[in-house]
């Protein structure tokens, strides 16, 4: 038996104003006068002083601002990337990602795509990157994706979506200012937030679970709990928690894996673009014969905050839809070991796929 040897996130900065400590700790990092520290932005806060007269941009810093309204694709990183190189004097000192899981993954991916030939579809799968990217740092600006801590950033190429998983995919420095998180809208909120209570739920009741991914799981589920069920806590509060739970999450699944949500929701992310966060939460109201007592508490959670889920997605889908989505979803071949054990493949068939997905 040998175990794995996992990288973690070397150095973190926690504290509510902290996103004010960015310039110093970017000042010790620069390599040169000509090796910019590009931002990635996510373009909700374009215009928005309060995020971008904080950072002091010197030299050739550039700030490029990024839609998130689609999760990020391999092309977008190949000419994010291309556009960097062409604009740099020199190889840039750092990128740094703020945003959501959406932009994080975008500033993990296109750190690696500096330093590794090719394009990113080339090392969507697990340890095909081969050198170290550049200096990167993760901000988040909502909580649940664990995208800041994890080891993966997770592309749609044009064959698949699959993450870039990699020991050098994860930031090197991170910061935790839970003031960023405060104006995100209600419902997003919760998507992203389920994210890390589903991330908890697969992660806890799976067979790959082993004691360092549990320890973080039930840490980040009483959380969720705490935070989703509870009537008692003050907003300061509630946003620091969330954002440690999306951590502790984070951390568990990085020694563990998830499971049957994430499977099928990649499926529907692959073919209808439906976002990472609902995605989840439209399949995992379907997945009680899984996860009876998380769904339970879950649909508790969607009534206390009065979630209306889209229903009916894949009402009018034909045949050869059903098929891509169903073969996104199998071949996550992990996810479905994880969930259900080595053999998995006697009890998920298509049929049950396409069974599943037509409740949703
Ligand atoms: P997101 O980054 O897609 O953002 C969701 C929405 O919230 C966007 O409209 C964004 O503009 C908005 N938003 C973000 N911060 C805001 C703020 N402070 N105020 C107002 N609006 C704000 O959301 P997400 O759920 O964090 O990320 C989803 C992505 O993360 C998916 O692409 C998914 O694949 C990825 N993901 C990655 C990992 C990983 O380990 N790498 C894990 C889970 C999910
Ligand atoms: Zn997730």
């Keep these: 038996m040998s175990y794995k040897n996992f990288p973690m996130v070397p150095r973190v900065i926690f504290g509510r104003g902290s996103f004010n400590q960015l310039n110093e700790v970017l000042a010790l990092k620069r390599l040169s006068i000509n090796a910019p520290f590009i931002f990635l932005i996510d373009d909700v806060f374009k215009g928005n002083p309060w995020i971008t007269s904080r950072i002091s941009l010197s030299y050739d810093d550039r700030i490029i601002f990024v839609s998130a309204k689609e999760e990020p694709k391999t092309s977008q990183v190949d000419s994010l990337v291309e556009d960097i190189i062409l ?22 991916a296109v750190s690696i795509l500096i330093t590794n030939d090719g394009e990113a579809a080339d090392y969507q799968g697990w340890d095909l990157v081969k050198n170290p990217a550049i200096y990167h740092v993760g901000i988040p600006t909502i909580s649940g994706t664990g995208a800041e801590v994890s080891r993966t950033t997770v592309l749609t190429g044009p064959e698949k979506k699959l993450g870039i998983n990699s020991d050098f995919t994860p930031f090197d420095q991170v910061i935790l200012d839970s003031e960023l998180t405060k104006d995100v809208p209600k419902e997003q ?58 951590w502790h999450g984070g951390m568990s699944i990085v020694y563990s ?33 899984f996860y009876p007592e998380g769904v339970k508490l879950f649909k508790q959670m969607k009534a206390k905050h009065n979630i209306n889920l889209p229903q009916g997605i894949c009402a009018n889908l034909t045949d050869t839809e059903f098929n891509i989505m169903i073969d996104v979803a199998l071949g996550l071949e992990p996810l479905w070991e994880n969930a259900l054990g080595k053999n998995w493949k006697k009890t998920i068939t298509k049929e049950k796929l396409k069974s599943l997905y037509q409740k949703m």
């Design 87 to 108: 604009k740099s004097k020199e190889r840039p000192s750092g990128i740094i990602g703020i945003g959501g899981g959406t932009l994080l993954d975008l500033a993990k």
């Design 189 to 246: 909120w919760f998507y992203t937030g389920m994210d890390c209570y589903i991330h908890c739920i697969e992660s806890l009741t799976g067979t790959y679970l082993n004691t360092f991914s549990e320890t973080y799981g039930d840490m980040a589920l009483d959380l969720c709990k705490e935070i989703f069920l509870e009537n008692n806590l003050k907003d300061i509060e509630a946003q620091e928690k969330l954002m440690m739970a999306s």
């Design 257 to 289: 894996q998830v499971g049957v949500a994430h499977a099928m929701s990649y499926g529907l992310s692959y073919l209808l673009g439906t976002k990472h966060g609902i995605g989840n939460c439209i399949v995992f109201d379907h997945l009680e014969e």
